[in-house]
């Protein structure tokens, strides 16, 4: 059992008060941990046993200067070993450019999406955003790969969590080697399906599939009329399926953030009158279909299928455009003085018919976000869906929602008052197990001990009191997105 202290990025800035504030969990990382966790309530399942793998950034300071943008921070794993009765846990940070150059640099050493790093023009000047792979991680063909949508993911050790470099995959990773943070895999044949975005020097999606054994294979490329700005993709038994909101980028801008007087985020914007897109790519050859409909604001999806002649999907539609939004994200330690950010859309379901039309049905109004679903019915018909969702005055995510779209029934496990709860992971008790039979694994925030825990929650019966509690050492900073496998961790040493 160790910890290892990372050294502090010259400069830092000293912890803050120890107010119970759940905003607190927005404080940087500087501790890189291993080791069994001892302080529990419950016991885990004897059926449940893998590795539960997170990742977002630990820190959002860099050198002494704070990041300007939740998008900006350095990327850290955490990762929970289930064996044996146990919980082991260890957290690393992504060795990227800018988290390496960040421990000694005065500020930030690299531009990020929201941040200007010091100098002036001069210093961020055609600058792209640094690579901080801190939104997604996925294990595929046997590579622990931390995402990040502007470049290429970063591969690291399953056990350690030490960074073994950008991966590529041998080279056919296209132009500037993007690669989106939210890849899907077909639980039949094993292929993950992804996508990059290029804005430059003609906006296109470029479509990949990942073979079980790792190879990439190119399925085409699709033209797109402008540059925007697109997260996430769902993956039906025919179709790869984008759904691309009207967040743009500003032209009458761009001389500004070329020459570095401003960042990258500051350029897009949400023009509501080009309404949203929609692409249908098929999986296996043809031509890719395009469809307009009337414009909606969100970042992920959740599932889609196919139903006969129509295609489904079922995505988080915020109310909020971007614009507002992005403030919002800006001003994610400070809601004060920034506006505070509304967290959490609604559930919703689009319906593609095939004469063209994109019929909407909310599917829950509590108001959430990083859905979920049983993972083994990926691009198939599913009737359950898990939210991190935010419940009576909170301004963070403060309970797990399961949704049945069959019955519309909803069951809520609230966390306390000051509690912040992250993206709920279903896991399946057995393969042809009922769809909601397993458990869900979150991790909870106590502003009032300033620690983090992991909760196992009925997947069947989540409002129940946990089945199991983790208690940490320490926090973990708000993170992104996760995943599970039933490979076990083991760390050596």
């Given at each position: ?457 009925d997947g069947t019966n989540p409002e129940r009191e946990p089945i199991f509690t983790g208690h940490l050492r320490h926090h973990v900073p708000q993170g992104f997105h996760g995943t599970f496998t039933e490979r076990v ?5």
């Amino acid at each position: 059992m160790t910890t290892t202290v990372v050294p502090k990025a010259k400069g830092a800035s000293s912890p803050p008060s120890l107010e119970a504030d759940p905003h607190r969990i927005f404080e940087p990382v500087h501790e890189e941990h291993d080791y069994v966790i001892e302080e529990v309530e419950g016991q885990l399942p004897d059926d449940l046993k893998g590795t539960l793998y997170r990742n977002g950034p630990g820190k959002w300071e860099v050198g002494g200067q704070p990041l300007g943008h939740i998008f900006d921070g350095d990327g850290m794993l955490s990762m929970f070993a289930i064996d044996a009765g146990q919980v082991r846990y260890r957290n690393r940070y992504v060795g990227t450019n800018h988290y390496r150059a960040g421990l000694t640099s005065e500020g930030a050493p690299e531009r990020g999406l929201g941040t200007l790093k010091p100098g002036g023009p001069l210093t961020n000047a055609m600058r792209p955003p640094a690579n901080v792979a801190n939104t997604s991680v996925i294990l595929h063909a046997g590579e622990l790969l931390a995402l990040w949508e502007g470049g290429n993911p970063h591969a690291l050790d399953p056990d350690t969590l030490e960074t073994r470099g950008k991966h590529n995959f041998d080279g056919e990773l296209r132009w500037l080697g993007a690669f989106s943070a939210h890849p899907k895999v077909d639980p039949a044949t094993g292929d993950l399906f992804n996508f990059g975005l290029e804005v430059f020097p003609r906006p296109r999606l470029r479509c990949y599939r990942v073979d079980p054994r790792g190879r990439m294979h190119h399925l085409r490329d699709v033209h797109i009329p402008e540059p925007v700005f697109n997260h996430d993709v769902a993956l039906t038994e025919r179709h790869m399926v984008f759904v691309i909101d009207p967040i743009t980028v500003a032209y009458r801008d761009l001389p500004a953030v070329a020459l570095g007087l401003t960042s990258f985020d500051r350029a897009l914007r949400f023009k509501e009158q080009r309404g949203t897109t929609i692409v249908l790519v098929p999986r296996y050859g043809g031509k890719a279909r395009l469809l307009q409909t009337k414009a909606l604001m969100h970042f992920h999806v959740n599932n889609a299928y196919e139903d006969g002649d129509d295609t489904v999907v079922d995505l988080v539609c915020w109310e909020q455009d971007w614009d507002e939004l992005n403030e919002g994200l800006r001003g994610f330690r400070d809601p004060a003085a920034h506006g505070g950010l509304d967290f959490g859309g609604y559930l919703t379901r689009l319906r593609i018919t095939r004469d063209g039309r994109v019929l909407r049905e909310e599917l829950s109004d509590v108001p959430g976000e990083f859905p979920q679903f049983d993972r083994r019915l990926t691009g198939r018909r599913h009737r359950y869906s898990y939210l991190a969702a935010r419940i009576g005055a909170s301004e963070v995510p403060n309970a797990v929602v399961k949704s049945d779209h069959e019955t519309g029934a909803e069951r809520t496990h609230q966390l306390p008052e000051g509690n912040v709860v992250s993206e709920p992971i279903f896991v399946a008790r057995s393969v042809d197990g009922a769809e909601d039979d397993g458990w869900l694994l979150a991790v909870g925030y106590d502003a009032d001990t300033h620690r983090s825990r992991l909760l196992v929650l009925d997947g069947t019966n989540p409002e129940r009191e946990p089945i199991f509690t983790g208690h940490l050492r320490h926090h973990v900073p708000q993170g992104f997105h996760g995943t599970f496998t039933e490979r076990v961790a083991r760390p050596r040493g």
